[in-house]
Antibody, heavy 120, light 110 residues
Framework: EVQLLESGGDLVQPGGSLKLSCAASGLTFNNYAMSWVRQAPGKGLEWVSL????????YYSDSVKGRFIISRDNSKKMVFLRLNNVSAEDTAIYFCAKDRRSNFNSFDLWGQGTMVVVSS | QSALTQPASVSGFPEQSITISCAGS?????????VSWYQQHPGTAPKLMIYDVLNRPSGVSSRFSGSKSGNTASLTISGLQTEDEADYYCCSYTSNNTYLFGTGTKVTVL
């Protein structure tokens, strides 16, 4: 079965760090770009970051640039998001999403999401 | 960069057609054919409904169609059904090498 499974969401204090993971199965992982998309409680979708299929290119939204780091391990079919210096505005469900192509196009497969709560 | 502009809500009776607009700029919707649409039911992950402005993934009903004119993209749902009641988001690639989502539209079947 083709699926994405996120993990790592937790309660973290403001200024703290957290690492999210996303495991892919049932697909040729290294053919596709991967993104993280988040959704704050009761709010809309917000794209966070994308990593190209090879991992050689990474892109970030302005709201997380300089604080979050996306990476991937194609041998393990996993993508990661390191969240640093978090604030309350980072509280959200974080979805892992597979792109249709090796770089920007659209998201044709989503995980179920992992919840990050930033609070003291 | 501000979100693409969508109406907050759209409603229709069963079997009617509705259209959701997604307004952007030449730097996103108007500049590229990488516009996609997502359906999200409460408590679930989004689902791709339209990609590259007007293409439907395998398994998505032909009642869903997409188009674009200038800086505005549109999603039309024909023959509205109760299971279409959900939130819908547009998304576009941008000239800044980012994705930009729309503000989201709640579709209600009356």
């Amino acid at each position: 079965e083709v699926q994405l499974l996120e993990s790592g969401g937790d309660l973290v204090q403001p200024g703290g760090s957290l690492k999210l993971s996303c495991a892919a199965s049932g697909l040729t992982f290294n053919n596709y770009a991967m993104s993280w998309v988040r959704q704050a409680p009761g709010k809309g979708l917000e794209w966070v970051s994308l990593i190209s299929n090879s991992g050689g290119s990474t892109y970030y939204s302005d709201s997380v640039k300089g604080r979050f780091i996306i990476s991937r391990d194609n041998s393990k079919k996993m993508v990661f998001l390191r969240l640093n210096n978090v604030s309350a505005e980072d509280t959200a469900i974080y979805f892992c999403a597979k792109d249709r192509r090796s770089n920007f196009n659209s998201f044709d497969l989503w995980g179920q999401g992992t919840m990050v709560v930033v609070s003291s | 960069q501000s979100a693409l502009t969508q109406p907050a809500s759209v409603s229709g009776f069963p079997e009617q057609s509705i259209t959701i607009s997604c307004a952007g700029s030449r730097s996103d919707v108007g500049g590229y054919n990488y516009v996609s649409w997502y359906q999200q039911h409460p408590g679930t992950a989004p689902k791709l409904m339209i990609y590259d402005v007007l293409n439907r993934p395998s398994g998505v009903s032909s009642r869903f169609s997409g188009s674009k004119s200038g800086n505005t993209a549109s999603l039309t749902i024909s023959g509205l059904q109760t299971e279409d009641e959900a939130d819908y988001y547009c998304c576009s690639y941008t000239s800044n090498n980012t994705y930009l989502f729309g503000t989201g539209t709640k579709v209600t079947v009356l």
